[in-house]
Protein backbone atom coordinates (compact mmCIF):
# COMPACT_ATOMS: atom_id res chain seq x y z
CA UNK A 1 0.00 0.00 0.00
CA UNK A 2 1.12 3.52 -0.96
CA UNK A 3 2.50 5.63 2.46
CA UNK A 4 -0.28 8.22 3.24
CA UNK A 5 2.21 11.25 2.76
CA UNK A 6 2.77 9.71 -1.02
CA UNK A 7 -1.04 10.49 -2.02
CA UNK A 8 -1.48 13.67 -0.39
CA UNK A 9 0.48 16.10 1.68
CA UNK A 10 0.70 19.87 2.77
CA UNK A 11 2.65 22.37 0.62
CA UNK A 12 3.01 26.20 0.50
CA UNK A 13 -0.49 25.92 -1.99
CA UNK A 14 -2.27 23.10 0.72
CA UNK A 15 -2.93 19.89 -0.08
CA UNK A 16 -0.62 18.18 -2.96
CA UNK A 17 -2.17 15.01 -4.80
CA UNK A 18 1.37 14.34 -6.86
CA UNK A 19 -0.40 11.32 -8.58
CA UNK A 20 -3.35 12.94 -9.18
CA UNK A 21 -1.67 16.36 -10.39
CA UNK A 22 -4.33 18.76 -8.14
CA UNK A 23 -4.72 20.61 -5.12
CA UNK A 24 -7.58 20.31 -2.25
CA UNK A 25 -8.86 23.59 -1.69
CA UNK A 26 -5.35 25.71 -2.44
CA UNK A 27 -4.86 29.22 -0.88
CA UNK A 28 -3.47 30.50 -3.93
CA UNK A 29 -4.12 29.99 -7.62
CA UNK A 30 -3.00 26.47 -9.11
CA UNK A 31 -3.47 24.53 -12.07
CA UNK A 32 -6.37 22.19 -10.84
CA UNK A 33 -8.26 22.82 -7.75
CA UNK A 34 -10.42 20.38 -6.15
CA UNK A 35 -12.77 22.50 -3.60
CA UNK A 36 -14.74 21.28 -0.44
CA UNK A 37 -17.15 24.02 -0.20
CA UNK A 38 -17.34 28.06 -1.10
CA UNK A 39 -16.09 30.01 1.85
CA UNK A 40 -13.16 32.16 0.84
CA UNK A 41 -10.65 30.43 3.02
CA UNK A 42 -11.14 27.56 0.72
CA UNK A 43 -12.62 28.48 -2.48
CA UNK A 44 -10.67 30.93 -4.05
CA UNK A 45 -10.74 32.64 -7.77
CA UNK A 46 -8.08 32.09 -10.45
CA UNK A 47 -7.70 28.48 -10.45
CA UNK A 48 -6.80 26.80 -14.40
CA UNK A 49 -9.21 24.31 -13.44
CA UNK A 50 -12.21 23.91 -10.54
CA UNK A 51 -13.57 20.54 -9.71
CA UNK A 52 -16.24 21.01 -6.97
CA UNK A 53 -20.57 20.33 -6.94
CA UNK A 54 -22.40 21.90 -8.91
CA UNK A 55 -23.69 24.08 -5.37
CA UNK A 56 -20.54 25.17 -4.67
CA UNK A 57 -19.54 26.15 -7.82
CA UNK A 58 -22.97 28.13 -8.25
CA UNK A 59 -21.89 29.81 -5.20
CA UNK A 60 -18.67 30.79 -6.26
CA UNK A 61 -19.72 32.00 -9.59
CA UNK A 62 -22.14 34.31 -7.37
CA UNK A 63 -19.06 35.48 -5.24
CA UNK A 64 -16.23 36.03 -8.00
CA UNK A 65 -18.13 36.01 -11.24
CA UNK A 66 -18.66 33.43 -13.80
CA UNK A 67 -15.71 33.14 -14.86
CA UNK A 68 -14.06 32.46 -11.64
CA UNK A 69 -11.67 29.93 -13.14
CA UNK A 70 -10.53 28.17 -16.52
CA UNK A 71 -12.63 25.80 -16.67
CA UNK A 72 -15.01 24.60 -14.13
CA UNK A 73 -16.30 20.62 -13.31
CA UNK A 74 -19.21 19.45 -11.52
CA UNK A 75 -18.82 16.59 -8.74
CA UNK A 76 -21.60 13.99 -8.29
CA UNK A 77 -21.88 13.33 -4.89
CA UNK A 78 -21.17 9.76 -4.12
CA UNK A 79 -19.78 8.98 -7.96
CA UNK A 80 -16.09 8.17 -8.05
CA UNK A 81 -14.02 9.14 -10.87
CA UNK A 82 -10.16 8.98 -12.09
CA UNK A 83 -7.95 12.11 -12.06
CA UNK A 84 -4.29 10.69 -13.20
CA UNK A 85 -3.27 7.63 -11.29
CA UNK A 86 -5.66 8.53 -8.06
CA UNK A 87 -9.82 7.83 -7.80
CA UNK A 88 -11.95 10.74 -5.89
CA UNK A 89 -15.33 10.72 -4.86
CA UNK A 90 -17.21 13.86 -3.28
CA UNK A 91 -19.41 12.90 -0.37
CA UNK A 92 -21.48 15.84 2.02
CA UNK A 93 -20.07 17.35 4.84
CA UNK A 94 -23.09 19.48 6.37
CA UNK A 95 -21.07 22.54 6.90
CA UNK A 96 -23.15 24.64 3.78
CA UNK A 97 -25.02 24.73 0.62
CA UNK A 98 -22.94 22.27 -1.38
CA UNK A 99 -20.17 21.47 0.99
CA UNK A 100 -18.39 18.59 0.40
CA UNK A 101 -15.59 15.76 1.97
CA UNK A 102 -12.99 14.39 -0.83
CA UNK A 103 -12.09 11.22 -0.31
CA UNK A 104 -8.90 10.54 -2.49
CA UNK A 105 -7.66 6.88 -3.25
CA UNK A 106 -4.13 5.31 -4.71
CA UNK A 107 -2.85 1.93 -4.29
CA UNK A 108 -4.99 0.82 -1.62
CA UNK A 109 -4.54 3.97 0.67
CA UNK A 110 -8.16 6.11 0.91
CA UNK A 111 -7.21 9.62 2.51
CA UNK A 112 -10.94 11.94 3.26
CA UNK A 113 -10.10 15.60 3.38
CA UNK A 114 -13.32 16.90 5.59
CA UNK A 115 -12.74 20.54 4.77
CA UNK A 116 -15.46 22.09 7.30
CA UNK A 117 -18.16 19.92 8.51
CA UNK A 118 -20.63 19.84 11.17
CA UNK A 119 -23.01 16.76 12.41
CA UNK A 120 -26.21 19.50 13.71
CA UNK A 121 -29.04 18.73 11.91
CA UNK A 122 -29.04 22.04 8.87
CA UNK A 123 -32.39 22.51 6.89
CA UNK A 124 -30.19 24.44 4.14
CA UNK A 125 -27.53 21.42 3.45
CA UNK A 126 -27.55 18.05 3.12
CA UNK A 127 -26.00 16.01 6.71
CA UNK A 128 -22.40 14.86 6.99
CA UNK A 129 -21.65 11.45 5.27
CA UNK A 130 -19.29 9.28 7.43
CA UNK A 131 -16.95 7.43 4.76
CA UNK A 132 -14.56 4.92 5.98
CA UNK A 133 -10.69 5.92 4.87
CA UNK A 134 -7.38 5.02 6.08
CA UNK A 135 -6.46 8.74 6.77
CA UNK A 136 -9.28 11.13 7.99
CA UNK A 137 -7.57 15.02 7.35
CA UNK A 138 -10.51 17.18 10.16
CA UNK A 139 -10.43 20.49 10.77
CA UNK A 140 -10.28 21.47 14.45
CA UNK A 141 -11.82 24.97 14.71
CA UNK A 142 -13.31 24.48 17.87
CA UNK A 143 -11.19 21.79 18.91
CA UNK A 144 -11.15 22.04 22.82
CA UNK A 145 -13.12 20.59 25.42
CA UNK A 146 -14.36 23.48 26.32
CA UNK A 147 -16.39 24.08 23.51
CA UNK A 148 -19.89 22.12 23.70
CA UNK A 149 -22.34 24.08 21.69
CA UNK A 150 -25.97 23.94 22.81
CA UNK A 151 -28.79 23.30 20.30
CA UNK A 152 -29.62 25.64 17.83
CA UNK A 153 -33.22 25.73 18.80
CA UNK A 154 -32.89 26.93 22.24
CA UNK A 155 -30.72 29.75 20.97
CA UNK A 156 -33.36 30.50 18.05
CA UNK A 157 -35.46 30.83 21.21
CA UNK A 158 -33.50 33.35 22.79
CA UNK A 159 -33.76 35.54 19.89
CA UNK A 160 -37.90 35.15 19.70
CA UNK A 161 -37.92 35.52 23.58
CA UNK A 162 -36.04 39.11 23.30
CA UNK A 163 -37.82 40.07 19.98
CA UNK A 164 -41.06 39.56 22.05
CA UNK A 165 -39.93 41.25 25.15
CA UNK A 166 -38.68 44.44 23.23
CA UNK A 167 -41.29 44.90 20.05
CA UNK A 168 -39.67 48.53 19.71
CA UNK A 169 -36.42 47.52 19.26
CA UNK A 170 -34.83 46.06 16.22
CA UNK A 171 -32.52 42.82 16.28
CA UNK A 172 -29.62 42.95 14.48
CA UNK A 173 -28.48 39.34 13.56
CA UNK A 174 -24.19 39.23 12.53
CA UNK A 175 -24.18 36.15 10.71
CA UNK A 176 -21.88 34.80 7.74
CA UNK A 177 -22.97 35.85 4.19
CA UNK A 178 -22.91 32.16 3.16
CA UNK A 179 -24.40 29.60 5.39
CA UNK A 180 -25.04 30.80 8.67
CA UNK A 181 -27.16 33.55 7.43
CA UNK A 182 -29.68 31.14 5.87
CA UNK A 183 -29.16 28.65 8.45
CA UNK A 184 -30.47 31.28 10.76
CA UNK A 185 -33.48 32.38 8.99
CA UNK A 186 -34.66 28.86 7.92
CA UNK A 187 -34.51 27.93 11.38
CA UNK A 188 -36.56 31.08 12.25
CA UNK A 189 -38.97 30.21 10.07
CA UNK A 190 -38.99 26.09 11.53
CA UNK A 191 -39.81 27.80 14.43
CA UNK A 192 -43.36 29.56 13.36
CA UNK A 193 -41.68 33.07 12.52
CA UNK A 194 -43.34 34.50 9.96
CA UNK A 195 -42.93 38.35 9.75
CA UNK A 196 -40.87 39.56 6.93
CA UNK A 197 -37.28 39.78 7.64
CA UNK A 198 -34.92 41.81 6.44
CA UNK A 199 -31.33 41.45 4.70
CA UNK A 200 -28.41 42.99 4.13
CA UNK A 201 -27.00 43.72 0.38
CA UNK A 202 -23.93 41.27 0.62
CA UNK A 203 -26.43 37.98 1.43
CA UNK A 204 -29.26 38.95 -1.25
CA UNK A 205 -27.59 36.89 -3.91
CA UNK A 206 -26.67 33.94 -1.67
CA UNK A 207 -30.34 33.59 -0.22
CA UNK A 208 -31.60 34.17 -3.27
CA UNK A 209 -29.07 31.21 -5.01
CA UNK A 210 -30.51 28.77 -1.80
CA UNK A 211 -34.15 29.35 -2.63
CA UNK A 212 -33.12 28.59 -6.44
CA UNK A 213 -32.15 24.96 -4.78
CA UNK A 214 -35.60 24.81 -3.20
CA UNK A 215 -35.01 26.24 0.39
CA UNK A 216 -37.54 28.50 1.19
CA UNK A 217 -36.62 31.27 3.36
CA UNK A 218 -40.03 33.21 3.50
CA UNK A 219 -40.80 36.88 3.48
CA UNK A 220 -37.52 38.57 2.82
CA UNK A 221 -36.74 42.41 2.07
CA UNK A 222 -34.12 44.49 2.04
CA UNK A 223 -32.76 46.82 4.84
CA UNK A 224 -32.22 49.76 2.87
CA UNK A 225 -32.06 53.44 3.75
CA UNK A 226 -35.30 53.44 1.31
CA UNK A 227 -36.96 51.01 2.90
CA UNK A 228 -36.95 52.75 6.21
CA UNK A 229 -37.57 55.96 4.95
CA UNK A 230 -40.92 54.66 3.26
CA UNK A 231 -42.51 53.94 6.78
CA UNK A 232 -39.16 56.27 8.70
CA UNK A 233 -37.30 54.42 11.13
CA UNK A 234 -39.91 52.85 12.78
CA UNK A 235 -40.44 50.75 9.75
CA UNK A 236 -37.62 47.80 11.55
CA UNK A 237 -39.08 48.58 15.04
CA UNK A 238 -39.30 44.97 16.55
CA UNK A 239 -38.13 43.57 13.05
CA UNK A 240 -35.16 41.02 12.39
CA UNK A 241 -32.11 42.53 10.35
CA UNK A 242 -30.08 39.74 8.99
CA UNK A 243 -25.99 41.00 7.67
CA UNK A 244 -21.99 40.22 7.96
CA UNK A 245 -20.85 40.61 11.55
CA UNK A 246 -18.39 43.29 10.04
CA UNK A 247 -22.03 45.54 8.27
CA UNK A 248 -23.09 46.23 12.25
CA UNK A 249 -20.08 47.89 13.26
CA UNK A 250 -20.07 50.48 10.83
CA UNK A 251 -22.33 53.32 9.61
CA UNK A 252 -25.17 51.25 7.75
CA UNK A 253 -25.98 49.67 11.68
CA UNK A 254 -26.74 53.15 13.07
CA UNK A 255 -30.65 53.31 10.82
CA UNK A 256 -32.21 51.46 13.25
CA UNK A 257 -34.40 52.32 15.99
CA UNK A 258 -32.53 51.24 19.26
CA UNK A 259 -30.89 47.99 17.82
CA UNK A 260 -30.49 44.70 19.53
CA UNK A 261 -27.03 43.52 18.56
CA UNK A 262 -26.93 40.01 18.24
CA UNK A 263 -24.22 37.48 16.69
CA UNK A 264 -24.82 33.86 15.75
CA UNK A 265 -21.40 31.94 16.10
CA UNK A 266 -19.88 29.13 17.86
CA UNK A 267 -17.22 31.98 19.49
CA UNK A 268 -20.06 33.65 21.59
CA UNK A 269 -19.55 31.39 24.07
CA UNK A 270 -16.15 33.08 25.12
CA UNK A 271 -17.98 35.76 26.70
CA UNK A 272 -14.74 38.06 25.71
CA UNK A 273 -15.31 38.03 22.51
CA UNK A 274 -19.04 39.20 22.83
CA UNK A 275 -18.38 41.78 24.89
CA UNK A 276 -15.13 42.87 22.73
CA UNK A 277 -17.61 43.16 19.38
CA UNK A 278 -20.98 44.66 21.80
CA UNK A 279 -22.48 42.39 21.22
CA UNK A 280 -26.03 42.14 23.56
CA UNK A 281 -27.79 38.41 22.77
CA UNK A 282 -25.16 36.14 21.90
CA UNK A 283 -26.18 33.43 20.39
CA UNK A 284 -24.32 30.49 20.41
CA UNK A 285 -24.88 28.86 16.40
CA UNK A 286 -22.16 27.26 15.01
CA UNK A 287 -21.51 25.51 11.45
CA UNK A 288 -18.90 23.40 12.46
CA UNK A 289 -18.48 20.36 14.99
CA UNK A 290 -17.85 21.01 18.56
CA UNK A 291 -15.55 18.82 20.67
CA UNK A 292 -17.78 16.07 21.41
CA UNK A 293 -18.91 16.18 17.84
CA UNK A 294 -15.34 16.34 16.62
CA UNK A 295 -13.50 13.42 18.26
CA UNK A 296 -17.89 11.08 18.15
CA UNK A 297 -16.85 11.48 14.35
CA UNK A 298 -13.09 10.39 14.60
CA UNK A 299 -14.15 7.37 16.71
CA UNK A 300 -17.50 6.62 14.18
CA UNK A 301 -15.15 6.40 11.08
CA UNK A 302 -11.83 4.09 12.91
CA UNK A 303 -9.30 5.63 10.49
CA UNK A 304 -6.22 4.52 11.21
CA UNK A 305 -4.48 8.03 10.95
CA UNK A 306 -5.72 11.27 12.24
CA UNK A 307 -4.80 14.72 10.40
CA UNK A 308 -5.39 17.88 12.25
CA UNK A 309 -5.93 21.15 10.36
CA UNK A 310 -6.87 25.25 10.83
CA UNK A 311 -7.53 25.19 14.50
CA UNK A 312 -6.97 23.93 17.69
CA UNK A 313 -4.88 21.31 16.63
CA UNK A 314 -2.38 19.85 19.93
CA UNK A 315 -5.57 19.26 21.90
CA UNK A 316 -7.15 16.85 19.20
CA UNK A 317 -4.24 15.07 18.43
CA UNK A 318 -3.68 14.65 21.95
CA UNK A 319 -7.07 12.91 22.32
CA UNK A 320 -6.63 10.81 19.53
CA UNK A 321 -3.52 9.34 20.54
CA UNK A 322 -4.46 8.93 23.97
CA UNK A 323 -7.41 6.91 22.22
CA UNK A 324 -4.86 5.25 20.27
CA UNK A 325 -5.42 6.34 16.89
CA UNK A 326 -1.98 7.89 15.03
CA UNK A 327 -2.28 11.50 14.41
CA UNK A 328 -0.71 14.80 13.44
CA UNK A 329 -1.22 18.51 12.92
CA UNK A 330 -0.65 19.54 9.50
CA UNK A 331 -0.16 23.50 10.49
CA UNK A 332 -1.71 24.47 7.22
CA UNK A 333 -1.97 28.30 6.93
CA UNK A 334 -4.55 30.45 4.87
CA UNK A 335 -7.51 29.10 6.54
CA UNK A 336 -9.90 31.26 9.00
CA UNK A 337 -13.28 30.63 10.44
CA UNK A 338 -15.11 31.98 7.97
CA UNK A 339 -17.98 29.80 8.45
CA UNK A 340 -18.01 29.67 12.04
Known sequence: MIRPEDLLAPGPD??????GGFHVDPIRPVARALITHGHADHAR???GAVLATRETLAIMAVRYGEDFAGQQQVAVPGERMKIGDVTVSFHPAGHVLGSAQIAVEAQGCRIVVSGDYKRRRDPTCAPFEPVACDVFITEATFGLPVFRHPDDGEEIGKLLAS???FPERAHLVGAYALGKAQRVIKRLREEGYGETIYIHGALERLC????????DLGPLAPATLESARRGESA?????VVVGPPSAFADRWARRFP???PCFASGWMMIRQRAKQRGVELPLIISDHCDWDELTATIAEIEPGEVWVTHG??????RWCE???IRARPLHLVGYEDEGD
Open 235 to 239: AFAGA
Open 14 to 19: GLWCPL
Open 208 to 215: TLYESEGI
Open 163 to 165: LAA
Open 322 to 324: LAG
Open 258 to 260: DPV
Open 45 to 47: SGH
Open 312 to 317: REEALV
